[in-house]
């Protein structure tokens, strides 16, 4: 069995990432052997965002905060999340 511990995963920056979508991320779904479910850790440094708004169509995704604060925008608003809050 394989495992990584997200603790410890080293995300990787893209120095072309427009200015405030400046996120590391280290995708380790394949590492753990996942063919149907994918899985990263996105490090976000203050004030930036993965991307402007991210929505997946026919699959569900889950966001953990690990550390720090997060907020996350939905039809409704935005919410602001802390550490260890899960959302789907």
Do not use: Q
């Not at 380790?28 to 899985?39: E, Q």
Request: glycine share 14%.
């Amino acid at each position: 069995m394989e495992r990584v511990n997200i603790f410890r995963v080293e995300a990787e920056f893209d120095d072309t990432d427009p200015e405030g979508y400046g996120a590391g991320m280290a995708r380790f779904g394949p590492s753990i052997g996942a063919a149907l479910l994918g899985g990263t850790v996105y490090e976000l440094p203050p004030g930036t965002s993965i991307c402007p708004y991210h929505y997946e169509y026919g699959d569900e995704e889950w966001l953990l905060v690990l550390d720090g604060k997060a907020a996350v925008r939905h039809p409704e608003g935005e919410d602001e999340l802390e550490p260890g809050d899960v959302l789907c």
